[in-house]
């Protein structure tokens, strides 16, 4: 694998009410990514990745829904597992955050750990690809939808260098965005995947424009509907 982000961010709704929304974003030189790296629910988001094992993603988030600390949650998957020294797990939870990139990792590997997010990355040019996509974090405006943040991360990893396998062409994006929010319908630029292409992250902005868009007609349609219909 090579980079991801995951995020946890504050907001309030309409009434007024503060609810949490978690964000995880990964690209690589491989396909379909987005079937093994990102997990998310409610209670957190994980990335497991370097040689992925998903059952810690998987058991993660099962964790994380039955109320367990994500530092006692994914240590203890970490533990049991005897390939852990392969492995990059990292995410973040309600309360907290975690981060770990075993020594076996290929190089260059590693992660970094800011207020309410992680970032990891391994099989990298360099330690500038992490930095370059949490700064983009950083600096994002929160007035944009998360979803496109965490475009705007990968973007600036994958221009800092990214993934240093160019012989690799076929490669892969995806995301998902969650929220404590009670929202109906879910929209559906908050989980994307580029399973297959050699322009990942122009394509996942695509594909991310176009489902808003799509969402958004939805939305005006039904409700233009229920309005004639009273």
Not at 24 to 45: H, K, Q
Not at 55 to 69: N, Q, T, V
């Amino acid at each position: 694998m090579t980079f991801s982000i995951c995020v946890r961010e504050t907001y309030d709704d309409e009434v007024g009410t503060e609810q949490t929304r978690f964000g995880v974003a990964v690209t690589t030189r491989l396909p379909a990514v987005g079937a093994l790296c990102p997990f998310a629910s409610e209670s957190g988001v994980v990335a497991t990745q370097s040689l992925v094992n998903a059952e810690l993603g998987e058991k993660g988030i099962e964790y994380l829904d039955d109320g367990l600390a994500i530092e006692d949650a994914l240590q203890a998957l970490l533990n049991a597992d005897e390939g852990r020294e392969q492995r990059q797990l990292h995410g973040v939870g309600l309360d907290g955050t975690f981060a770990f990139s075993g020594a076996e990792c290929q190089g260059w590997f590693g992660h970094r750990v800011g207020e309410n997010y992680t970032v990891a990355g391994n099989l990298l040019t360099g330690e500038e690809v992490i930095d370059a996509a949490a700064d983009a974090y950083e600096s994002g405006n929160r007035d944009d939808p998360l979803a496109m943040r965490l475009i705007e991360t990968l973007e600036a990893g994958h221009e800092a260098g990214g993934d240093k396998r160019e012989d690799l062409t076929v490669q892969s994006a995806a995301l998902v965005v969650t929220t404590t929010e009670d929202q109906a319908p879910t929209p559906y630029y908050n989980d994307l995947r580029v399973d297959a292409t050699r322009t990942p992250i122009s394509d996942l902005y695509e594909t991310y424009e176009t489902a808003k868009e799509g969402y958004e007609a939805a939305i005006a349609k039904y409700q233009n509907e229920e309005n004639s219909e009273a």
